[in-house]
């Protein structure tokens, strides 16, 4: 049962980064195949980087159900556009429950390859976070990453409450929840009291050309 | 006598890939090496993705005559910049024969590290325009992928022709042959009649923001 | 000793790649961990390339140095910002002496994996310029490899020197240095005197369209 609730997350977090693609690609002359790509790289991408990195098949090579989910969100954008609109808040809250999950996911696998903890929450954080910044890249933008949102950072400190908690003995699906809530938690409350980081500073425009 | 005419089709692809790349890249302040590397990487990028993916080595690290033809394709630009505008449409065939040969190829590929049908039709279309995608990221461009064309669609179409063919028991060669027909023509028709899918369209200023 | 002086160019180079891709992210509203994660793939994204290419585990999975390095040189440019404009030169001097260690090291790492010189060449060039690449793509520019600056030649340059210094049977760490200094000296050379490539001009506003 408590994998059924595992996938059950891991596809709402799909269908949450599929949907996050596909309306970011709206109004920018990109047709519906173009959005569905778009949709799955965001959905895929940073699982897809962290399996090459861990030199294991992609994750989404020995199951279908990422491409048939990120089929239902295009069909659910065509449809229901306009409700869209007040799903706004809802969409946010999947991607960030989605966030969590793929964090812990990447968190998980890792320390079942016998990587070291700090190697394992960077794979986290990849997993995480990637797709979205291939999505950007792909629209040509630079990335929301780096931009705003400290979701990066949420993904580190999740994954630090991870080994933590691994650490003082806590019994694997207790931990993993806690790490997700842990980034679950850490990106609403930066988002709701507009956290954010510091911005770099231009040191200086000749030596920003180099 | 099959093997050559293979290896020639797939020369003459990787010729117009590279060109394809070359071309967008002239009169954007890019000297002739990049042109040569942005040619390169629009010839293997689609292929080296698949081999990643698939986790076997990358098909060039075998084989030099990839390179070798890239840089054919740059001695040829330089040499013959204005017959080349007259070639626009034999440059348009070769693209598209590419296309339908490595789409062929990719599927090929991937059956022989046997890998279900759909991920072999997803293998062959990232065979055949990956390479464009990371071209046109490169050239800081949103992929021509998304907003034109459909030529993915036609690596789809002809993948699942290809798997038709087999289930029918249509000698391998056959099979291969139709199958690349098949992109072609969907592509050819596509462009000749000017289809194209729906875009989709701007939800909302506001949500198109997150 | 002489790793230790191998692994203090390293890192030398480390530090003055992650500055490089953190100078570019100043002043384009990034934030400070935006900036850490730009320095870290322009410092570490040519050896992964590399290294998934090659189907080994990327090298900075078995040792932190790479992360902590960045750290330190995120901490180094917020803290001295304005020594940072004096420091210019030094800079460039860091980032030409990494890019002639990072290509020499791609290079051994290829040939220990018995590969053809010439794809050893190539895993040198990817090694020591694909890192400026990913940096410049996320942040919507076109790489400065395509557009100024004949490193990436250099490293070519400085690879065919190596295995002409091989071939003549020169003791291992002989070649290293004179191949890296080949690198360094043709950079150094090209930028002192404005060496450039030709620029591929545009071939029409019609062709340039496909």
């Known amino acids: 049962m408590q994998i059924n609730f595992t996938i059950l997350l891991e596809l709402l977090g799909t269908f949450a980064f599929a949907v996050s693609g596909m309306r970011q690609a709206a109004g920018k002359q990109i047709d519906w195949y173009g959005a569905y790509i778009l949709g799955l790289v965001t959905a895929v991408g940073g699982g897809t980087l962290r399996d090459l990195l861990l030199g294991v098949t992609p994750f989404w090579i020995l199951d279908g159900k990422y491409f048939l989910t990120t089929a239902v969100a295009l069909v659910t954008i065509l449809l229901f556009k306009q409700s869209l609109l007040r799903w706004g808040s809802t969409l946010f809250l999947f991607d960030t429950l989605g966030l969590g ?56 400190g999740g994954g630090a409450i991870y080994f933590i908690c691994r650490y003082v003995n806590l019994p694997e699906g207790l931990i993993e929840l806690i790490a997700a809530l842990t980034v679950i938690v850490f990106r609403l409350i930066a988002v709701k009291y507009n956290v954010n980081l510091p911005q770099l500073q231009s040191i200086d425009t000749k030596a920003s050309q180099r």
Chains 1, 2, 3 share one sequence.
């Open 101 to 156: 999950l793929f964090t812990v996911v990447g968190i998980s696998i890792s320390i079942d390859e016998g990587l070291p903890f700090w190697v394992c929450i960077i794979m986290g954080t990849i997993t995480g976070t990637v797709g979205g910044v291939i999505r950007d890249v792909l629209l040509n933008q630079v990335p929301l990453l780096f931009r705003e949102d400290i979701y990066a950072l949420a993904c580190v």
